[in-house]
């Protein structure tokens, strides 16, 4: 009878576990930790520092194919060859989360804006 008398402690408890457990995030993705600098990222800023550096590579994203935003598929390898290009990390052709699409979907905004830049000073 004790027993019956201390169970609703012990659910309480339980309970207080249990959403401990499902509130805490596990490991963060590292596809997702590769991306994450897109947050804070300028890619005005960022090309400009580029180019002043003299580094007319363009960004592309690995997907099942290499895409490099701003740039016709026809014309992708003129650019290739003639400016180079830097693989963004962090992007596959599969999404992993809603966190992972979301900076996946602003990988591919922040290389159409840094690479309508380059691309006026390496032309194919």
Same mark, same amino acid.
């Given at each position: =009878?004790?027993?019956?008398?201390?169970? #609703?402690?012990?659910?309480?408890?339980?309970?207080?576990? @249990? *959403?401990?457990?499902?509130?805490?995030? &596990?490991?963060?993705? #590292?596809?997702?930790?590769?991306? $994450?600098?897109?947050?804070? *990222?300028? #890619?005005? *800023?960022?090309? +400009?520092?580029?180019?002043?550096?003299?580094?007319?590579? @363009? @960004?592309?994203?690995? &997907?099942?194919?290499?895409?490099? %935003?701003?740039?016709?598929?026809?014309?992708?390898?003129?650019?290739?060859?003639?400016? &180079?290009? $830097?693989?963004?990390? &962090?992007?596959?052709?599969?999404?992993?989360?809603?966190?992972?699409?979301?900076? =996946?979907?602003?990988?591919?905004?922040?290389?159409?804006?840094?690479? *309508?830049?380059?691309?006026?000073?390496? +032309? %194919?």
């Amino acid at each position: =009878m004790r027993l019956f008398r201390n169970y #609703p402690v012990i659910i309480v408890v339980s309970c207080l576990l @249990l *959403a401990s457990c499902a509130s805490s995030s &596990g490991p963060i993705d #590292p596809y997702v930790q590769k991306l $994450q600098w897109l947050d804070a *990222a300028d #890619p005005q *800023a960022d090309a +400009q520092q580029a180019v002043k550096k003299q580094d007319y590579r @363009l @960004l592309g994203i690995a &997907g099942r194919t290499v895409n490099i %935003p701003g740039i016709s598929k026809e014309q992708t390898l003129d650019y290739e060859e003639t400016c &180079g290009v $830097q693989l963004i990390e &962090g992007i596959s052709d599969v999404v992993r989360s809603n966190e992972h699409l979301r900076l =996946m979907q602003k990988a591919r905004s922040y290389a159409l804006k840094y690479n *309508a830049i380059i691309k006026t000073h390496c +032309q %194919p």
